[in-house]
């Protein structure tokens, strides 16, 4: 019994000084994003805001995505430019598009949680919006994607090697659903 103790001791003890510092995580959205999000219950609002998200820390890493442009007069609702090492903005890039597979994900596991806007005279539901938000993901994704292939390229870091993998991946997989989609019906105008 004795033994265990000291064995336990003489491994557990180097162990406590080895340990690297705990570290706070750094959050990957700026309050005010975190707001926006929240708002939206509507996934094609919310797929939106995230993919914007996403456009905002590829203009923090001065790289052209071919997003939509963002005005100072935005930046009140959307808050600060998101700052942060270039790996940062990468693992954030990532992160983000994570949720937004996941967002996704949990609703087409639960179409029956779909929230309808009860400011709508005529509110949409899951099969409406549900595609357009897999769509609009899409769009994006083929957009990142090439940007990222070029970043790929030119990094010699690892770890933001990894994260630019991991992006492209999951950009891979989101252009891919698409065609689990139903086929894209236009209304006519009359």
Same mark, same amino acid.
């Given at each position: 019994?004795?033994?265990?103790? +000291?064995?336990?001791?003489?491994?557990?003890?180097?162990?406590?000084?080895?340990?690297?510092?705990?570290?706070?995580?750094?959050?990957?959205?700026?309050?005010?994003?975190?707001?926006?999000?929240?708002?939206?219950?509507?996934?094609?609002?919310?797929?939106?805001?995230? =993919?914007?998200?996403?456009?905002?820390?590829?203009?923090?890493?001065?790289?052209?995505?071919?997003?939509?442009? %963002?005005? =100072?007069?935005?930046? &009140?609702?959307? *808050?600060?430019?998101?700052?942060?090492?270039?790996?940062?903005?990468?693992?954030? +890039?990532?992160?983000i598009l994570q949720k937004?597979?996941?967002?996704?994900?949990?609703?087409?596991?639960?179409?029956?949680?779909?929230? %309808?806007?009860?400011?709508?005279?005529?509110?949409? *539901?899951?099969?409406?919006?549900?595609?357009?938000?897999?769509?609009?993901?899409?769009?994006?994704?083929?957009?990142?994607?090439?940007?990222? =292939? =070029?970043?790929?390229?030119?990094?010699?870091?690892?770890? &933001?090697?990894?994260?630019?993998?991991?992006?492209?991946? $999951?950009?891979?997989?989101?252009?891919?659903?698409?065609?689990?989609?139903?086929?894209?019906?236009? $209304?006519?105008k009359n």
């Amino acid at each position: 019994m004795k033994a265990a103790i +000291i064995f336990a001791l003489l491994i557990g003890l180097p162990m406590l000084f080895l340990a690297s510092p705990v570290c706070a995580q750094r959050d990957y959205f700026t309050p005010e994003e975190v707001e926006l999000i929240r708002e939206a219950q509507q996934i094609d609002q919310r797929i939106d805001i995230l =993919t914007f998200a996403i456009d905002r820390r590829f203009a923090a890493l001065k790289l052209d995505v071919n997003g939509p442009k %963002i005005s =100072t007069k935005e930046s &009140e609702k959307w *808050g600060e430019v998101p700052k942060g090492t270039r790996f940062d903005l990468l693992y954030d +890039i990532k992160r983000i598009l994570q949720k937004a597979i996941d967002d996704i994900d949990n609703l087409s596991e639960r179409p029956d949680s779909f929230v %309808i806007d009860p400011n709508e005279k005529k509110p949409k *539901g899951f099969t409406e919006l549900f595609p357009k938000a897999v769509r609009s993901l899409a769009r994006a994704a083929e957009r990142y994607r090439p940007v990222l =292939t =070029t970043e790929l390229d030119k990094t010699i870091d690892n770890a &933001e090697k990894g994260s630019i993998l991991d992006s492209l991946d $999951k950009c891979d997989q989101i252009i891919q659903s698409v065609a689990k989609l139903p086929a894209d019906i236009k $209304k006519a105008k009359n």
